[in-house]
């Protein structure tokens, strides 16, 4: 019988990407870690000694906790913060279950994150379909915390210098088109973010971005929001804000509606 502690992969699997999906915390020792250093989508790493820091860092929010094996580590730290009154669950055979299970992995070495762990992007000002795609990806699956900062395209490389950012969607920066795809493209195979609910909503976002509409027919529906929502705001963060609601909903299109279609009247009469 399951502990009712414990959230199956399959389960969390359906949770990330949501805007529902609890703290995935990656309590791995720095040895085992070593072994596979990978995330599940979207995880912190976090020291199982450090409870305090944890729960300070959790701020009430519910949490799933994922070490080598499901045992010890994430049992006791899910033990731990329940005593404190926390809403949190350990991930049924930890990191390797998942593993064995297909489920994607982020690599840690590719998250460029600052000194203190934390990750700074930078764009263009008024963004429109992939500007706003691709933070929705970060926040969803790299990074829940990420800071996104909008300048002048002729300010980017500079801006990102001084607060080290990472560009991203601009000519020439590792972040960038590469060939006839664009940056979401890019982040999925850098993140190793391979599903298929991704990739489909990645040929929209391409079809849209790169003004070829024949590649998907969601495209000019997704240009004509992504228009009205950047005539509708003059500020980026609350444009920003208003985008991730909407590539939520898209997702969750992509991963379990994109089959379905829609008349009327609903029934004969």
């Not at 309590?27 to 995330?39: G, H, K, N, S, Y």
């Not at 994430?74 to 593993?99: D, F, H, I, K, P």
């Not at 850098?190 to 040929?203: I, S, V, W």
Request: aromatic share 8%.
């Amino acid at each position: 019988m399951s502990s009712p502690n414990e959230i199956t992969p399959g389960h969390l699997r359906r949770l990330i990407g949501t805007p529902v999906c609890p703290v995935v915390v990656d309590v791995c020792t720095d040895e085992d870690f070593a072994q596979d250093p990978r995330l599940i989508p979207g995880a912190i790493r976090h020291r199982h000694t450090d409870m305090n820091g944890l729960i300070e860092r959790l701020q009430g929010r519910a949490s799933v906790i994922v070490c080598q094996k499901g045992c010890k580590l994430s049992q006791g730290v899910v033990s731990w913060l329940q005593s404190n009154g926390a809403t949190s669950e350990y991930l049924t055979g930890g990191v390797m279950a998942w593993r064995d299970a297909g489920m994607p992995l982020v690599p840690v070495a590719t998250i460029p994150s600052n000194a203190d762990g934390t990750t700074v992007w930078i764009t263009p000002t008024r963004p429109k379909i992939d500007r706003i795609a691709c933070p929705w990806l970060i926040r969803r699956f790299v990074d829940r915390e990420a800071k996104f900062l909008f300048v002048s395209g002729s300010e980017v490389e500079n801006a990102a210098e001084q607060f080290g950012a990472t560009p991203f969607d601009v000519e020439g920066v590792h972040f960038g088109h590469r060939g006839d795809r664009c940056t979401f493209d890019t982040m999925l195979d850098e993140f190793e973010l391979k599903c298929p609910a991704l990739g489909r909503l990645a040929l929209a976002v391409r079809a849209a971005d790169t003004n070829r509409h024949d590649l998907h027919p969601v495209a000019p529906g997704l240009l004509a929001i992504s228009v009205g929502l950047s005539r509708q705001y003059s500020d980026d963060q609350q444009q920003l804000a208003a985008g991730m609601a909407l590539y939520d909903g898209l997702f969750r299109w992509a991963r379990d509606g994109a089959e379905e279609g829609h008349d009327w009247p609903h029934e004969p009469a």
